[in-house]
């Protein structure tokens, strides 16, 4: 069975803060993709990686950062949080067509 | 921009009814269609896509039908179970140097026993 897992479920982190959310898949996919979910807008794609050690902004990038040091594992970074990153973070590993997903974080900053 | 959306919010329906879930798109030079599901508390999940040279494709209970003259695209499911409740969106894979899946912003189907 396919998986893709994410550190957490729920974090509650303070403005400011420094957020890492990881993400690990156990299916050897090249490509690995970080969105985020909010009511109203679906899902908007944040980052990608297309291959260890390289990635590429998707359409709201401004506010994080990402690190794909392994194959199976891809990071997405809040540099400092603020209260409008505020959301669903789900993370997907696959291809531009079937992407398989993790269960999300539900990330709130106070 | 380019953008993928959907006809209705809310689809509500009874059990062993088929179920019509419609979506429209702007971008014509999108090469794939796809459709993925999200039950409540978890991710998405792939049902089926088509590509843009096919206007029909079927699988398990579903349907997918590409209507390229009107930029539209639904999916049906049959004998709709309350297991297939949930949010369905759709999806466009536009291809060419900018392969990037954007997503519409989704409908809650609802199933009545």
């Known amino acids: 069975d396919v998986k893709v897992t994410q550190s957490s479920r729920y974090l509650v982190k303070r403005t400011g803060e420094k957020v890492f959310l990881e993400c690990v898949q156990d299916?050897?996919?090249?490509?690995m993709f970080w969105y985020r979910q909010d009511p109203g807008l679906g899902l908007r794609l944040i980052y990608f990686s297309y291959d260890v050690k390289m990635k590429e902004k998707g359409d709201i990038p401004e506010g994080y950062s990402v690190s794909r040091e392994k194959k199976e594992r891809f990071s997405l970074i809040l540099e400092s949080a603020s209260t409008n990153q505020t959301s669903m973070y789900l993370c997907?590993?696959?291809?531009?067509?079937?992407?398989?997903f993790g269960p999300g974080t539900r990330l709130t900053v106070t | 921009g380019e953008s993928v959306g959907l006809h209705l919010p809310t689809l509500s329906v009874q059990e062993g009814d088929n179920s019509i879930i419609n979506c429209a798109y702007s971008n014509s030079a999108s090469d794939y269609f796809i459709w993925y599901k999200q039950e409540s508390g978890k991710g998405p999940q792939f049902i089926i896509d088509i590509r843009s040279n096919m206007d029909k494709r079927q699988g398990q209970r579903v349907t997918v039908l590409l209507n390229k003259t009107v930029k539209h695209l639904s999916l049906q499911i049959a004998a709709t179970q309350p297991g297939d409740s949930a949010v369905y969106f759709c999806a466009e894979n536009s291809g060419g140097s900018n392969y990037k899946l954007t997503f519409g912003k989704g409908t809650l189907l609802t199933v009545n026993p």
């Open positions: 299916m050897d996919h090249e490509n």
């Open positions: 997907a590993s696959g291809d531009w067509v079937e992407q398989y």
